[in-house]
């Protein structure tokens, strides 16, 4: 991929689709447009633009007055959500997540041996693990089940907490080169691997880790340490097997 800027990269995409009808796209962008957009015409025009709000949807798509929203990713170590701790807290006390759970959140996420961050000796995620490692586990079984996964999965990919609508789809990529994928297959795809294992905090696929840990103790990014950073490391892989598990079924169907 190449080194364009997020918002640059956004604007890209509203630039390929506004005022083009569906049959003048290229075939990816056709395939996007008829797979969210399932009933229009191939005459009808497209209007489509940056969304300006801080929301799950980067641009808006419109077509005889339906608008859909659509989230747009691009890069390694791809960050899905960022919330303060507080909100996050709130989020699993508000899903009945047990009281004893969310003090080993705050244990893990500070690292410092408080739950308020104001411990002397930071530890990074390494050093947690060896000491803690049965804790982390314990925490993931807790919060790993499918009511959670949903909530949390519509919270952090397709709807965020500012806004009433979902996002009818995610791209993984550049104008030239991308994938798609459909907010109903993120939802079955996350909750398909709600049993694996991983050595850090999870949901399903989705990691939970603190925006910077700031071992450093550096105060430009000491307020990051009070942030929370869910972030999908998997996910061009992912993409890739929904694809292929789509055409699988497409294929059978025919």
Same mark, same amino acid.
């Given at each position: 991929?190449s080194n364009?800027?997020g918002?640059?990269?956004? %604007?890209s995409?509203?630039i +390929?689709? !506004?005022?083009k009808?569906? &049959?003048?796209?290229t #075939?990816?962008?056709?395939?996007l447009i008829?797979t969210?957009? #399932?009933? +229009?015409?191939?005459?009808? /025009?497209?209007?489509?633009?940056?969304?300006?709000?801080?929301q799950?949807?980067?641009?808006?798509?419109?077509?005889n007055? *339906? /608008?859909k929203? @659509?989230s747009? *990713? &691009?890069?390694?170590?791809n960050?899905?959500?960022?919330e #303060?701790i507080s909100? %996050?807290?709130s %989020?699993?006390?508000? !899903?009945n @997540?047990?009281?004893?759970t @969310?003090?080993?959140?705050? &244990?893990?996420?500070?690292a410092?041996?408080?739950? $308020?961050?104001?411990? @002397?000796?930071?530890?990074?995620?390494?050093?947690?693990?060896?000491?803690?490692? =049965?804790k982390?586990?314990?925490?993931?079984s807790?919060i790993n $089940?499918k009511?959670? /996964?949903?909530k949390?999965?519509d919270? %952090?990919?397709?709807?965020? !907490?500012?806004?009433?609508?979902?996002?009818s789809a995610?791209?993984?990529?550049?104008?030239?080169?991308?994938l798609?994928?459909?907010?109903d297959?993120i939802?079955?795809?996350?909750?398909s691997?709600?049993?694996?294992y991983?050595?850090?905090i999870?949901?399903?696929?989705?990691?939970?880790? #603190?925006? !910077?840990?700031c071992?450093?103790?550096?105060?430009?990014?000491?307020?990051?340490?009070?942030?929370?950073?869910i972030k999908w490391?998997?996910?061009?892989?992912?993409?890739?097997? =929904?694809?292929?598990?789509?055409?699988? /079924?497409?294929?059978?169907?025919?």
């Open positions: 991929m364009i800027n918002y640059d990269n956004e %604007f995409f509203v +390929e689709l !506004n005022n009808t569906i &049959k003048e796209l #075939p990816l962008f056709r395939d008829e969210i957009f #399932p009933d +229009e015409d191939e005459n009808s /025009i497209i209007k489509c633009w940056l969304n300006h709000y801080k799950k949807s980067d641009i808006l798509i419109k077509i007055n *339906k /608008i929203g @659509v747009i *990713k &691009k890069g390694i170590r960050s899905v959500h960022v #303060p909100e %996050f807290i %989020f699993l006390i508000s !899903n @997540v047990s009281r004893d @969310v003090i080993e959140y705050l &244990k893990f996420h500070y410092d041996g408080t739950t $308020n961050g104001k411990g @002397v000796k930071r530890m990074s995620i390494e050093e947690y693990k060896i000491e803690n490692q =049965n982390i586990d314990q925490i993931n807790e $089940n009511e959670l /996964i949903e949390a999965v919270r %952090f990919i397709l709807k965020g !907490n500012n806004s009433a609508f979902d996002i995610l791209i993984y990529g550049e104008v030239n080169d991308f798609f994928i459909t907010k297959d939802m079955n795809l996350i909750l691997k709600k049993n694996i991983s050595s850090t999870h949901f399903s696929v989705l990691t939970v880790q #603190p925006k !910077n840990r071992l450093n103790y550096n105060p430009t990014y000491e307020k990051d340490r009070f942030c929370v950073q490391y998997s996910i061009f892989d992912n993409i890739i097997e =929904n694809m292929s598990l789509n055409k699988k /079924i497409k294929n059978f169907s025919t």
